[in-house]
């Protein structure tokens, strides 16, 4: 299983910007997916979740400002960020918990990360 990250790049304060992830391979479920983000010499935090009906949540620091949504038939997870600050400059990370099927017919549980992708917010 792959998880493709991309729309990352450089907004200006007060801005926007749309992430995206995609899951693929072998994947007969996805429950929770969502975003965390690592900025220099911090930790990595969580951003947001979604579980596979919908339920959302948010870090205080984005609530009110990005909003997560996910397409289950795309294998999708979104992040529409807007009203972008200086802080929120990281390199961002999605996170999906996928149930895949094996060549050897074996179904595993995986905590599967994307690659990353790079959100900077200067003037």
């Known amino acids: 299983v792959q998880l493709q990250a991309s729309g990352g790049g450089l907004a200006q304060p007060g801005g926007s910007l749309r992430l995206s992830c995609a899951a693929s391979?072998?994947?007969?479920?996805?429950?929770?997916m969502g975003w965390y983000r690592q900025a220099p010499g911090n930790q990595r935090e969580l951003v947001a979740t979604?579980?596979?009906?919908?339920?959302?949540n948010y870090a205080v620091s984005v609530k009110g400002r990005f909003t997560i949504s996910r397409d289950n038939a795309k294998n999708t997870v979104y992040l529409q960020m807007n009203s972008l600050k200086p802080e929120d400059t990281a390199v961002y990370y999605c996170?999906?918990?996928?149930?895949?099927?094996?060549?050897?017919?074996?179904?595993?549980?995986?905590?599967?990360w994307g690659q990353g992708t790079l959100v900077t917010v200067s003037s």
């Open positions: 996170n999906a918990k996928i149930l895949s099927l094996l060549l050897t017919s074996e179904i595993v549980a995986e905590n599967g």
């Open positions: 391979g072998s994947i007969l479920r996805i429950d929770d």
């Open positions: 979604i579980t596979s009906g919908g339920n959302t």
